[in-house]
């Protein structure tokens, strides 16, 4: 038999979302599927039931606003490619305002139905222990944050990675367009040029004694969320979270990543700032930059809250909010090509949580992509991710090599920061100026009505329309 027959199935490792949704991508494309997941045969620290694309955390998947939203957009864009996670969440949501949040039990319960359901869908209850079979030519791994020991070695003894398990230390990250240039500035420590040639490369927040010393006391007084007993992760000294440095002592962090060295404040030259937050490019378009240092387990609300008191960051908008957790992501960017598939065995592809971006959505968008290309290669159709104008392929690029060049990999969710940016309209229809609020209103929705006109245009010259 042609090892490219469409007859071929195509296995899937993982039954959670993204491998629910690839699942489902590649059988309405009409090539069998083999859906593999290991419970209840071995269960994970996380699950409760041997359900399909069950929710270990949240119900919700946030905002389903498609114009002044990204998640809402990505939301839109699997709708329209057939997703049987958008399908079976609006089939299952609950009251949640303008999130879309779901019955948890009834969502699996309908996700697990239609795939065991669906004619070329296979279902197979069992742990895949260690790299595929040889014979399977084509498979997408989808076993997200608790992937199984065995499975993740045999990764790691492929690509030669150190580790599949990180203890990731997050900071967040915030919109370059939220941030007021009237008090921040750019500039590198003591003007040193970086590789690129660039000097100012950095934004800096300056601080005076009253406002550093109400920011310590902000974090050592600021709820902080707590590890799970499974996540079992230590401090590192490399990378502690500010609120354990500010522990240490009231110095401790105006000593480290706070120092005020090496800058001088054009908005106010005689007088040198008492503490500095400095900002560093995270992505390559440069519409994003994180806060250098400010790893931190402070809760969401607190960070938004404290965060916002740092001169310059008073109307800050945040991509993602800081954190420090076990996860298990890829260094995608090295080991992943623009279709998905691991470079150093082609027939593998990666999908979901494992290749680094985060939340169920995003989660699942990587499944339907992944569904997508690998179908398409079974039909022998060659087809090209997602326009990086799209949600979908702007998360696409993101892990196989949209963040800045040199920088270290982080776990992303969607949102408008990873898009090519487009000129904020400053009137509108009828010639009247738009203030700042509005203008930025009306850029999301640009952005968002230009995604959704490229992903037509994917969709269309696909032809994998869904059953």
């Known amino acids: 038999m042609n090892p490219s027959s469409p007859s071929r199935p195509v296995h899937v490792i993982g039954g959670g979302l993204a491998g629910s949704e690839a699942a489902w991508q590649i059988a309405n494309a009409g090539v069998p599927v083999v859906l593999h997941e290991m419970r209840p045969v071995r269960g994970t620290a996380a699950h409760q039931t041997d359900g399909l694309a069950e929710l270990v955390c949240s119900n919700s998947f946030r905002s389903d606003d498609w114009e002044y939203?990204?998640?809402?957009?990505?939301?839109?864009?699997?709708?329209?490619l057939g997703s049987l996670i958008m399908a079976s969440g609006d089939a299952c949501q609950v009251p949640?305002?303008?999130?879309?949040?779901?019955?948890?039990?009834?969502?699996?319960?309908?996700?697990?139905?239609r795939l065991e359901a669906h004619p070329l869908v296979a279902v197979e209850r069992g742990e895949i222990a260690g790299l595929p079979p040889a014979d399977w030519d084509c498979v997408i791994v989808a076993t997200g944050p608790l992937t199984s020991p065995a499975l993740a070695d045999a990764v790691l003894a492929l690509t030669g990675e150190e580790s599949l398990s990180f203890f990731d230390a997050i900071a967040p990250i915030v919109h370059a367009d939220s941030i007021d240039m009237g008090v921040a500035w750019r500039q590198s420590r003591y003007d040193k040029e970086g590789p690129s040639g660039d000097k100012a490369a950095y934004i800096n927040c300056p601080m005076s004694r009253e406002q550093y010393e109400a920011f310590v006391d902000a974090l050592l007084a600021g709820p902080k969320a707590e590890f799970k007993d499974w996540e079992n992760v230590p401090y590192f000294e490399a990378c502690l979270p500010i609120e354990v440095m500010a522990e240490r002592g009231r110095e401790t962090l105006r000593f480290g990543p706070m120092k005020p060295?090496?800058?001088?404040?054009?908005?106010?030259?005689?007088?040198?700032?008492?503490?500095?937050?400095?900002?560093?490019?995270d992505n390559a378009l440069g519409t994003l930059f994180n806060m250098v240092g400010f790893q931190t387990k402070l809760k969401h609300g607190a960070q938004t809250e404290i965060f916002r008191t740092i001169p310059g960051l008073g109307e800050a908008q945040f991509a993602r909010l800081g954190g420090l957790h076990r996860n298990t992501f890829l260094n995608s960017p090295r080991l992943l090509d623009g279709q998905l598939r691991l470079r150093a065995m082609p027939r593998l592809r990666f999908a979901g949580q494992v290749?680094?971006?985060?939340?169920?959505?995003?989660?699942?968008?990587?499944?339907?992509?992944?569904?997508?290309?690998?179908?398409?290669?079974?039909?022998?159709?060659?087809?090209?991710?997602?326009p990086v104008e799209t949600a979908l392929g702007a998360l696409v690029n993101h892990i196989t090599g949209g963040h800045l060049e040199g920088g270290k990999f982080q776990p992303m969710n969607i949102n408008y920061g990873l898009l090519p940016p487009m000129e904020a309209p400053r009137f509108d229809h009828e010639g009247r100026k738009l203030p700042p609020r509005d203008r930025t209103r009306a850029k999301k929705r640009a952005m968002s009505v230009r995604a959704l006109a490229a992903l037509d245009a994917w969709k269309a010259a696909a032809e994998l329309e869904p059953a």
């Open 69 to 80: 939203n990204a998640v809402g957009l990505l939301h839109a864009e699997m709708r329209r």
């Open 355 to 386: 290749t680094g971006v985060e939340g169920y959505v995003e989660s699942a968008a990587m499944g339907l992509v992944t569904g997508r290309l690998a179908a398409a290669e079974r039909l022998g159709r060659p087809l090209a991710a997602p």
């Open 261 to 281: 060295v090496g800058l001088t404040n054009p908005h106010d030259p005689d007088s040198r700032p008492y503490a500095v937050v400095q900002l560093r490019q």
């Open 96 to 113: 949640a305002g303008g999130a879309l949040a779901v019955d948890r039990e009834a969502f699996s319960a309908a996700v697990t139905a």
